[in-house]
């Protein structure tokens, strides 16, 4: 009966102070976003800064300054290795920066200066990103014939950080078995009894999602 006055129900107290901190949570999130955006600018300038610094460097290379084109192979290299870190266990990792490396100097007079060198680079790195994935489902179909063991052959390109968040767009039987046989290493057998599927049935689904996986990336 106290929160009655003159018929009128008087606001509660949570009532009264989820009132006064809408202002303050609206400036938090209002500060959290600009914060956000300024990051990203930041990342994006200094991301336009190499691209624009490689850009010339790879000019002056092909001028025949062999400083020039060394430091541009010594940063690009250390680009690379962050590049296919996030997406490649190391072994794969490791050759596609090698071959990196070797298309970006095979393909140099290719570069067009009025071109962002950044973008240039990065289609010669998502390709050969791509080339791991697709060979890894070309090899994986070796594996369907009964006698040869997947789990014999781990796949050198299949990464859970380079693939989780494709394998939410295969089909559910698909991705339970790539992430209990490719990503956590589980034998045939075991990812068989963990979803119910025949042996068969899991070495065909590995197949089928990998070769949907590389059709994603592509």
């Excluded at 070309?138 to 394998?167: C, P």
Aim: glycine share 6%; with cysteine.
């Amino acid at each position: 009966m106290t929160a009655l006055s003159g018929g009128n129900i008087a606001p509660s107290k949570a009532m009264q102070s989820s009132g006064r901190d809408e202002p303050a949570r609206a400036r938090r999130e209002d500060t959290s976003r600009r914060r956000h955006d300024r990051e990203k600018m930041t990342r994006w300038q200094r991301w336009n800064d190499c691209s624009e610094r490689w850009g010339r460097l790879m000019l002056a290379a092909r001028e025949g300054d062999q400083a020039a084109y060394e430091q541009l192979l010594r940063e690009l290299d250390l680009w690379l290795r962050a590049y296919f870190a996030h997406r490649l266990p190391y072994p794969a990792a490791d050759d596609a920066r090698q071959e990196v490396l070797l298309a970006i100097h095979a393909k140099r007079h290719t570069f067009v200066a009025s071109k962002p060198f950044g973008a240039w680079v990065v289609a010669i790195a998502r390709y050969k990103w791509v080339d791991r994935i697709r060979d890894a489902s070309r090899y994986n179909a070796l594996t369907l014939d009964e006698d040869i063991a997947v789990e014999d052959h781990e796949g050198a390109a299949i990464s859970a950080a380079a693939l989780d968040q494709l394998l939410s767009r295969l089909k559910p039987a698909q991705e339970s078995v790539i992430r209990l046989v490719k990503l956590n290493g589980l034998s045939i057998a075991r990812a068989s009894g963990a979803t119910g599927q025949s042996a068969a049935l899991v070495k065909i689904n590995i197949h089928r999602g990998l070769k949907k996986l590389a059709a994603f990336v592509s």
